[in-house]
């Protein structure tokens, strides 16, 4: 099962020559998955700069995945893909990667919530829970409420599926997104907005761990 707890999304906002680096602080830190995104980068950057982060995640045990293109999560030889509503149907991209990578799915409604809970990925993430600077979103934040009744929909037909908590999530809104039913929390700013961002992976991971134990029965 994906170890969802704390999901490090590095940006090519953050400058591509950084961003092996920076991934390498949070895994350091407690990141569980790692994941490039690159919404302006051409093939070639892309997949120089996911080699690059991948090697430099050698070592650490934290695999690596790539947003929206299974080109270049080929390419790189990364773990995987994560893919929104509007990429590739999430079976196409199991009968492209094969069965031992990592694919994963935004759920922003009950429409992709159905969707993930019968298709073949290893977690989902929920969101944007809250309002984020670090990406344009033009569905409204579904808020802890909206968290909450999606995780109870998936878990109705995926119970053992890892979901995450994405958007906006911080160290002090960490333990309300676990309440709500986040199996763990994708954040790019509270790690990486961060002067010490292996520092800021660790609080984050052991807020996590916390609310995780608080939550069992």
């Known amino acids: 099962m994906v170890d969802i707890r704390l999901y490090a999304l590095v940006d090519a906002a953050l400058g591509r020559e ?3 680096a ?3 602080a949070a895994a350091q830190g407690g990141a569980t998955l790692i994941q490039y995104r690159d919404k302006t980068g051409s093939t070639r950057a892309m997949i120089d700069c996911a080699t690059a982060i991948r ?4 070592g650490t045990g934290v695999p690596l995945l790539i947003n929206d293109r299974l080109d ?3 390419a790189s030889s990364a773990a995987g893909v994560h893919l929104g509503r509007e990429d590739m149907e999430a079976g196409l991209a199991r009968a492209i990667l094969g069965p031992d990578a ?3 799915l935004t759920v922003k409604n009950e429409a992709d919530a159905a ?3 019968t298709a073949p990925v290893d977690y989902a993430c929920i969101g944007g829970v809250f309002e984020t600077l670090s990406k344009h979103n033009p569905d409204a934040p579904v808020g802890l409420d909206g968290l909450r009744s999606l995780r109870q929909l998936m878990r109705s037909r995926a119970p053992a599926l890892p979901v995450g908590a994405i958007a ?3 160290l002090t809104r960490t333990p309300a997104a676990i309440a709500a039913g986040a199996d763990g929390i994708a954040v790019i700013s509270a790690i990486f907005g961060s002067p010490d ?3 800021a992976a660790f609080s984050l991971r052991a807020a996590v761990d916390a609310a995780l134990a608080e939550r069992r029965p």
């Not at 090697?55 to 050698?58: A, I, S, T």
């Open 18 to 20: 950084r961003l092996p």
């Open 115 to 117: 969707v993930a809970g």
């Open 22 to 24: 920076l991934a390498r």
């Open 72 to 74: 270049v999560a080929l």
């Open 168 to 170: 906006g999530i911080d």
């Open 102 to 104: 990592i694919i994963g």
């Open 55 to 58: 090697v430099g995640l050698e």
């Open 197 to 199: 961002p292996q520092a």
